[in-house]
C-alpha cells in the first residue's frame, strides 16, 4: 500500500496549487482519503477528506470556500485544489487512507491506517 503526495510548491499569498495523492496497491473506491497538514510546532491537523461514494468535508472553517477535494477512482488519484493560499496555509501537506468498517472520525488522524510522505507547501505574505 502507497500513497504518494506531490504538487506542493512556494506561491504568493493569494495564488494557488493543486496537490495530488497517488496511491497503489490497494482499491481506492472503498477507502475514505483525508488530507491533513502539519505546520513546524503545531499538531497535524485533518484539512478535508473523500469518502468512497464521493462525498467530500472540509474539517476545517479556515478553507471552507478555498479548498476542495476531488477524487478519480479510476485513475487511482485524490487531489486537493487549494485557492486563495494564504500564509497561514503554510505546510506539509499529507494524505492517508482509511477503509471504513463502522463510524469513523474523518478528522482525526488516528483514523487512518495508511500515510504518504508528504508535501510542502510555502505561502509567502
Known amino acids: 500500500v502507497q500513497l504518494q503526495a506531490s504538487g506542493g510548491g512556494l506561491v504568493q499569498a493569494g495564488g494557488s496549487l493543486r496537490l495530488s495523492c497517488a496511491v497503489s496497491?490497494?482499491?481506492?473506491?472503498?477507502?475514505?482519503i483525508g488530507w491533513f497538514r502539519q505546520a513546524p510546532g503545531k499538531e497535524r491537523e485533518g484539512v478535508s477528506c473523500t469518502n468512497s461514494r464521493g462525498g467530500t468535508t472540509s474539517n476545517i472553517d479556515s478553507v471552507k470556500g478555498r479548498f476542495t477535494v476531488s477524487r478519480d477512482d479510476a485513475k487511482n488519484l485524490v487531489f486537493l485544489q487549494m485557492n486563495n493560499l494564504k500564509p497561514e496555509d503554510t505546510a506539509v501537506y499529507y494524505c492517508?487512507?482509511?477503509?471504513?468498517?463502522?463510524?469513523?472520525?474523518?478528522?482525526?488522524?488516528?483514523?487512518?491506517?495508511?500515510w504518504g510522505r508528504g508535501t510542502q507547501v510555502t505561502v509567502s505574505s
Open positions: 496497491g490497494f482499491t481506492l473506491n472503498r477507502y475514505t
Open positions: 492517508a487512507a482509511h477503509l471504513p468498517t463502522a463510524k469513523y472520525q474523518a478528522s482525526e488522524p488516528s483514523t487512518y491506517t495508511y
